[in-house]
Structure formats: C-alpha cells, structure tokens
C-alpha cells in the first residue's frame, strides 16, 4: 500500500498533506542536541501557547463554552473517522483514480466519497440548516430531468442531422415542448436514421430508435446526460481553464432550460428538488430564480404565461411541501422557500430598471417569497457588465426599496483587481447582505475587515468552485482563509445539477476531510450561520433555528454513540 496521504502538500496531481497526525501532538526526536532541557521544555510550551492562541480565533473555538459533551463527543469520533480513512481510503490504490487524497478533485472522488463511514454515516446524515446558494434551472439531478422528458408527450428533440459516431460528442440537442398540432407524424423515424433530416421526433421515441451501433437506449441517455452536465474529462481536459469550462458549463443551461421552463414539469422539477433537499438535512432554501426571460410555456406548450406564473408555481409547492412535511409529524424538517429574484449581467441599464420594477411588483404580491435581488453571470465574461455599470439603477433601488436586499454574486474570479475581481468592492457599497461565492476576497484585507464587522456572509460552494476551475482542490480553497477571519460562512452547492452533487453533503465532507483543524464542530456553525443569515424574518429565523437545534442534538447523540 502507498502512502500517498502522508506526502507534503503541493499543487497539481500529487496528494497533499493528510492531516493523520495533530500539529498539538508532534514530539521532537531525540539528539545530542546541547540545548539543556528546560530551554527546550520551556520553548515547546511557548509553541503550545501560540497554536493555542491561533486555534482560539477559528469558529469553533470562538463558541467553545457552550458545547455540549455531546457535541464534543461527537466531534471526536468524527476526527477519529476521518484519521483512519486517511489512510484506509485516501492512502490506497483506487482504479481510475490515479492521485487519491482527502479533498481531491470532487468529479473524480465521487465514488470514493460515497463508499466512506465520514460521509455516509455521518455527514449525509447532519442536520445542514438552510442552503442559501442555488441556482433553479440547475437544482434537481441529470437523470431525473431526462426521465421528466421522456414521460411527457409534448417534449421533443431535435438535432441538425443523422447523429452518427462522429458527431455523438459534438452535437448539443434542441429539446422542447411542442404543441399538440405540431407533433410529426407517428412513421417519423429517428435521429441516428441516414434519413433524418433535422425535424422534431418525440424524445422518447428518439431513445427507443437509437442507433444499437451506438448504444441503443442506453447510448441515447449517455449521450444526452454528457450535454446536461460537466464530466471529469469537460472539466480538467477539454475545459480546463476557467474561461474554457464556462463554455461548457453555459452550453448545459442552453439544453435543459427549455425543459423546466414548461408549466406541468417545473410543477414536478421543483416538488423533486425541494423533496431530495429534506432528504439531504436541509431545511431551509434560498433560491436563485432567472426571470431574464419573461414567460413560461403553459401546458399547451405555445401559451406564453408571465413571469408570475413562476412565483405561483413556486408558492404552491412549497405550501404542499410544508403540508405535505407535516402530515408526517416532520414540521421541523422544512421551514419553507424564498425567490433570490435575478437577472443576467448582459442587460442594459433600462432593461434592468425593468426588472427592478417587476421585482417590487412581485414582492407587493408575494412578500414572503421574495428575498433579494442579484444579477448572475460569468463576471470574467466579455459580455457580463460589472456592478458600477449599474450602479445609479440600483443605488436608487436600494433607497427606495430596503425591503428588498441585495445578496450579490461578487469576486467569482482568479483575478486580483479585475473587473471581476472589483465586484466586491461595489457589492459591498451597495449594501449587499450576503456575498455570493466571493472566492477572490482573501486577497482584500479591508474588505474582509468590513464583511467580518458588518457580518456580511459569505455563501462558499466549494464544489462549483473546484470544477469550474478556480481551484485545483478543496486543501488549495481560500475558505479557511475567510473563515479565519470570524467571517461567516454558508456552504452552498451553486448549480448542483451539472456537478453531480446534489444537496450539501459532498460540500460540508469536502471542507472537513480538507483540514485537520476542521471538525464537527465548525461544521455545525455553518449550518447555524445559514439560519442566522438567512432572508427569514426574526419569530420565523427563530423557530427554524429552534427545529434545527432539536435535530442536531439528536445527530450528535447518536454520532457521540459511533464506535471510530
């Protein structure tokens, strides 16, 4: 067996460090050094001290009275767990996975991850409180957005040509609801037939006359499964740079959205994500909702219906899911839904002025849905406009209406003073509540001092982070750098959909498998900042912080029990 877990940390495909071994516990070896003992006693509590001092500042020092034993306990069965598969896992052979260390890149860990005690006995299970940081049309899993489109009549595909093995991985599908008059003819052959020439087939259909030579049924899921989301070779050999991966990442949304876009599937898109975000401990969802189109298909599949018809849909499923929570004696399991209204950098300064005005529309009609307002992009985009080039719209805004924060996407970006990068500075300006992913802000001591003084969260997805490139592994992610500066953090999974990471805990396992200091304990802290910094008004943060307490008690009771 290698010991790749124990090698020094470094950048690029060798593993880094594996935190076995506690920096607190580390002894010197004996020499003939002439040092007299008590100078070298005496300089090892000096070093206690300072390691002492330094921990005290992180997270889950700053709240260390008011730990449970059982918290505590817990805590250390988790840093247990995590020492012995350090080694048991992360210090072995893996096939196909030629660099195997704690924290590594996610697309090609998965599995490993799944197969581990830390996550499926432990961090699948944890009460994760609110998820603050989602994107709507990248919410709910491939595979279930494919079998949502293959069970309803009105959705078809098309492509340009005969699909054929050349073109299998080229080729992106239009898919869409047509209406009923539309429908081609029931004798329309395939989309791998030499004599298809472009026109609509029912999906479904198309899957049951695909070419066997490519896979059959089978090859017609595998292939478009790869157009909804980023695969290990999209994101660190085709698309491996931020610049690049975008492209691919921009190309998924172009194939799915026309799919939930559509009145009876984003009824059942949204049950199913909400649903599988309970399943996952989380109770609480912010989520980000593009209103940069103006309609959504009816289920005739040519009625336009106004954007309202969104915030309806919304408001309906979320009251059936609290029903439906409930009537299974699980109130505390789920404390409702609110709309991170948004919009794309690409407008123009009166078309976002539109939708500034169609926002406090919808918060006058709606106002316990609506939470925010941000505008979303790839902010290293030619196209994407930086915040300043809005900056009259929405300093009138935010004058005008203080009942609609602002919770901006700001410093997604390698840069260092950048278009991108001076995001931040504007969001912060403006008022911002919370920051969303903000990877560039370890670079700005000032600003940091500001969002750790005026307890501006910052909404970390690690995951998203690491496949669209900004870091090449979780121990290289500037979290702890934030975190450490008694910044709060929400972990949140961004467009979990074209990661394959659905709900938090491949997030919350990535972060605590990539330190040693790191433990239960911060975890839970997060997951109580997610509350904390949640858009829920004051008696309702309470009583969904009180649920959460309830199920977190019983987590770490039962993870305290563990026999590590």
Known sequence: MRMRAIQSLSLGPHPPQSFITSSNSWKPPSS???????????????????????????IDHVRADSYSEAERKADRVVRSIRAKENISVWGVDHEHVPHPYPGMEFLNAKEIIMKTDLYSKIVSKMPKGGLLHVHQNASVEARTVLDLALGHPAIHICVSGPLNAASLETVLPKIYPIPVEEYPAADAIGITDPLYTGGWVPIKKARELFDPALGGPAGFDKWVLSTFVINPTDAFKTYNTPMKIWLKFGSTFSVTDPIIRFVPIQKEYLRMFIRSSIDDGI????????????????????????????LLIFREVTNEMKAEMKAKGREDDFAGLKIIYNTLRIVSSEALKADLDQCIKFKKEFPDLIAGFDLVGHEDGEECKPLVYYAEPLLHFAKEH???????????????????????????????????????????????????????????????????????SMPMHPLPIIMNQGIPVVLSSDDPAMFNSMGLSFDFFQVLVASEVTGLLTLGQMARDSITYSMLDEPSKRAAMEAWKRRWDKFVEEVAKMNP
């Open 283 to 310: 109770s609480y969802i912010e989520i980000r909702t593009s209103f940069f189109k103006k309609y959504i298909l009816a289920e005739d599949a040519k009625t336009k219906l106004e954007s309202r018809e969104i």
């Open 402 to 472: 203080p009942d609609i924060p602002f919770i901006f996407h700001a410093g997604e970006t390698l840069g260092d003073g950048t278009a991108a990068d001076m995001n931040l500075y504007d969001a912060i300006l403006l008022g911002t509540k919370r920051i969303g992913h903000g990877f560039s802000l370890a670079k700005h001591p000032k600003l940091m001092q500001i969002c750790r003084e005026e307890k501006i969260a910052i909404e970390v997805c690690p995951i998203s982070n690491e496949v669209l490139r900004l870091t090449s």
């Open 32 to 58: 003939s050094s002439q040092m007299p003992s008590d100078e070298l006693a005496a300089y090892l509590r000096r070093r206690d001290g300072l390691i002492a001092e330094d921990r005290a500042l992180r």
